[in-house]
């Protein structure tokens, strides 16, 4: 597959990038490894650092706080027991590691097989390697006017471009992302996918 590449102004530099095949156009893009490596992804956002008290936990007296007869109501031994106010929560939730692990060829057939779905799908723009002088919103938007792009964007770079990356910071939906870190999730959530030229090359590099 050979895509055009374009200048941040939107006119066409007059080169031709090819997308390698094994890795933009793979014959049997895996679902199910999609959906493993997303799944990853969401898990490994949660810290599972959530924790309520229990009843040995509460501080209270342990104290008796009534008589065990003549009340008219039911016996009581402590006022940590969960049935009175500020008690202790029943079965309430503790510190939980919600890492799994997921072999390393399942990772890449999952992003090659994302991939191929948006290059199927024509969602993937190729633009030469590009700086901004000055982090300024104005230049992003404009940049993205020029190049027809769609809202849920994802843009690829090779290398850390604070200026840019500061530049499209404040624009809802969209995201910056380093070649080397690309992921699953980032590629099925994007709408549209810009890369920049070295950027294929490091990705075609990483996943062959």
Not at 71 to 77: D, I, L, M, S
Not at 122 to 150: G, H, Q, R, Y
């Amino acid at each position: 597959m050979e895509l055009s590449v374009y200048k941040i102004s939107g006119e066409e530099t007059g080169k031709k990038i090819k997308l390698d095949d094994a890795v933009f156009n793979i014959e049997q893009p895996n679902d199910h490894a999609v959906y493993l490596d997303v799944k990853q992804y969401l898990m490994h956002q949660r810290q599972g650092t959530h924790k309520s008290k229990e009843r040995a936990e509460v501080s209270y007296s342990t104290r008796k706080i009534k008589r065990q007869k003549g009340t008219g109501t039911a016996r009581a031994g402590s006022i940590k027991s969960p049935i009175f106010v500020g008690g202790g929560r029943v079965f309430g939730p503790t510190p939980k590691v919600y890492h799994i692990k997921l072999n390393k060829r399942v990772k890449q057939l999952a992003r090659k097989s994302a991939l191929s779905y948006k290059a199927k799908e024509n969602k993937i723009v190729v633009v030469e390697d590009f700086k901004f002088d000055n982090p300024k919103t104005k230049d992003a938007i404009n940049m993205m006017s020029a190049l027809n792009l769609e809202n849920k964007l994802l843009f690829v770079i090779h290398q850390p471009e604070i200026n840019f990356s500061l530049s499209v910071r404040n624009i809802p939906r969209t995201q910056v992302i380093l070649a080397n870190n690309l992921n699953t999730y980032s590629i099925m959530n994007a709408k549209q996918i810009v890369f920049t030229e070295s950027s294929i090359e490091t990705i075609e590099s990483l996943l062959k």
